[in-house]
């Protein structure tokens, strides 16, 4: 698949693509490995990575939505999506939203993670979006600061309603 | 168009409904009469209405999307639209967002838009998501008791990034 940004060129070159199904497994370890995901995802039993596939095909069938991955020479080390949505606020024009940011432990402070983000701040312009936004889990002090730096301002309350 | 449910009674029936292309001015008055919208929505100049044609125009056509109406009587007093995203994460389930909740001043306190909340909680949860998701600006206080009662809980930042 046709890399979307080089993020990084040493050791080797880190590549920004979107997400193949056989990532799927790679991506699913991210979110398991993460502090704050670690009760709610991972591939434990025969049928779960079943349903983290069929998720990928729809996220995959739809454009509006982009799952990506950067790529160390073969080796998912970080992922994110980006969705492009539609609402009539702001004279009509649409939104970029960014989920599952997730970094590699080995690859926190490579500068792969900002490189990440600030292709798909330049591909929300792209489109034509008004706005990039996300939201970052109260205890993730330092994911603030780092999206504060990337030019984000925390001017909302990110509010959830679990359903199970 | 078939009413969704029925929100209120007295003194007539309120029925929620999918916003309709007659509708889109009366969507665009409750975002202009909105405090913090103020300044980016309504319409003012030729072309503005029909930008907010164009972006109903691709909700309307995307069944991930739902642009809903409080209707009282053939006049639109409320307005919210519903989202369904899929992702990886929380194991593949599908997530829904509100965005662009408004209710006109004259029906405040009347519990419309408290019903109009439990009919799209319980539409996320008839769709199987396992989160309902919504950002609310940090100075509407009065909106996050409101978000609080029905069960959410401010748990992120919302952060935004402006791009114009």
């Known amino acids: 698949m046709e890399p979307l940004a080089v993020l990084a060129s040493v050791p080797a070159p880190v590549v920004l693509r979107r997400a193949r199904p056989d990532d799927v497994a790679a991506i699913v370890g991210l979110l398991a490995a993460d502090q704050l995901g670690a009760t709610r995802d991972g591939v ?26 950067a790529d160390a020479g073969g080796t998912v080390v970080g992922t994110m999506q980006l969705s492009f949505l539609p609402g009539l606020a702001r004279r009509g024009t649409l939104r970029a939203q960014i989920e599952a940011v997730r970094i590699a432990d080995s690859t926190r402070g490579t500068g ?22 996300l939201t970052s889990d109260k205890r993730r002090t330092d994911a603030h600061r780092f999206y504060e730096r990337l030019g984000f301002a925390a001017t909302h309350e990110g509010m959830k309603l679990k359903l199970r």
Chains 1, 2 share one sequence.
């Not at 434990?44 to 982009?66: S, T």
């Open 44 to 69: 434990h039993e025969p049928g779960d990575l079943a349903a983290y596939e069929q998720a990928f095909r729809a996220i995959d069938a739809d454009p509006a939505h982009l799952l990506l991955v």
């Open 112 to 133: 792969i993670g900002g490189a990440m983000m600030q292709w798909a701040i330049g591909e929300a312009r792209r489109r034509g979006c008004a706005l990039v936004q």
